[in-house]
């Protein structure tokens, strides 16, 4: 249910259009706003209603959710204006950066609309109720959205090191008493004992193996361990009140530490995103009331299948961490 909300925060910002006829506003910057037309809105309220009919089912819409107050057709219609009107203050965002879209990206906007539009069925446009303008338009806005939020993220640091990132693969013992554990080191160095046997006959842990990322709660735990080499065992280590050994098997995991620092890259260009935005945020105070949010029903449209915006807007503007 959180899923659309969360595309402001991932920047799948989408949405826009005319006139300023039932905004509410309480100051001049406000009044510039510009309300949703009821066919660029459908467009992606049908969007969202395919999503979520291909993988529930059309059954899904007569569901109560949340407290049981709504339907949950009618749960997701209120958090799609929710959405809407958020993308209505990235649009007055846009004017105050003095965000524009270049004449390059205008093309690919251009071709984009083009391809969404001619791939629409008769019942995908009886539903939407959508001319060859509106796709324009919704493209357009959407890709104004995307281009507000680099900028407001733009002074995220892009540059994070392999060890700010790294990821590991270790196996590990715990033990309840110091003594075992310290036979056990030497037992490693004399014996030339497997370190898993040792991991399976002595320890009190049934997973002898795990995967470590920079950040996470493991790593927080035993720092140490990103010192390691491969095939290198540490020293005791006491956390709490029993005592871990570990062996790195793998002390640079390539393709899942390039994962990790785009994970981490991501969440601070999030992280700052949601700063600035929530003052816009706060300052505008939009509210869209148009009269077409009552009359949009989910269970209308059982033939319009359209389920492809996404798709084809990234095609021409890949997702990038920059």
Excluded at 155 to 176: C, D, G, H, P
Excluded at 180 to 194: H, P
Aim: hydrophobic fraction near 35%; include cysteine.
């Amino acid at each position: 249910m959180k899923r659309i909300v969360e595309k402001v925060i991932l920047c799948l910002l989408l949405l826009s259009l005319s006139s300023c006829k039932g905004i509410e506003f309480e100051n001049q910057k406000i009044a510039k706003a510009e309300e949703f037309s009821k066919a660029e809105a459908m467009i992606f309220v049908a969007e969202e209603k395919n999503r979520y009919e291909n993988r529930f089912g059309n059954s899904l819409w007569n569901l109560k959710s949340g407290d049981g107050s709504l339907y949950f057709k009618d749960y997701i219609v209120s958090v799609t204006k929710g959405f809407i009107e958020k993308l209505m203050i990235l649009k007055l965002t846009a004017e105050d950066l003095n965000v524009i879209i270049s004449n390059a990206d205008s093309e690919k906007i251009t071709k984009a609309s083009e391809e969404y539009y001619n791939l629409l069925t008769y019942d995908d446009k009886e539903y939407i109720g959508c001319a060859k303008d509106d796709v324009l338009r919704a493209f357009t806005d959407y890709h104004i959205a995307r281009l507000v939020v680099d900028n407001l993220s733009k002074n995220a640091s892009t540059e994070l090191s392999i060890s700010e990132a790294k990821v590991i693969r270790v196996q590990y013992i715990v033990f309840e008493e110091k003594e075992i554990a310290d036979q056990t080191v030497e037992d490693l160095k004399n014996r030339g004992a497997n370190f898993a046997y040792f991991a399976k006959t002595r320890g009190k842990n049934t997973d002898i193996e795990m995967i470590i990322k920079r950040g996470d709660e493991m790593s927080t735990r035993f720092p140490e361990l990103f010192y390691l080499s491969d095939g290198q065992v540490s020293d005791v280590i006491q956390f709490r009140n029993r005592y871990y050994l570990f062996k790195c098997v793998e002390d640079y995991m390539v393709d899942e530490t390039e994962e990790r620092r785009l994970e981490v890259l991501k969440s601070m260009k999030n992280h700052e995103f949601k700063e600035k935005f929530e003052r816009y945020e706060n300052e505008y105070k939009i509210r869209s009331n148009s009269s077409y949010w009552k009359e949009i029903d989910l269970q209308d449209g059982r033939n319009c299948t359209v389920n492809n915006f996404e798709e084809i807007y990234y095609r021409y503007f890949p997702k990038t961490i920059k």
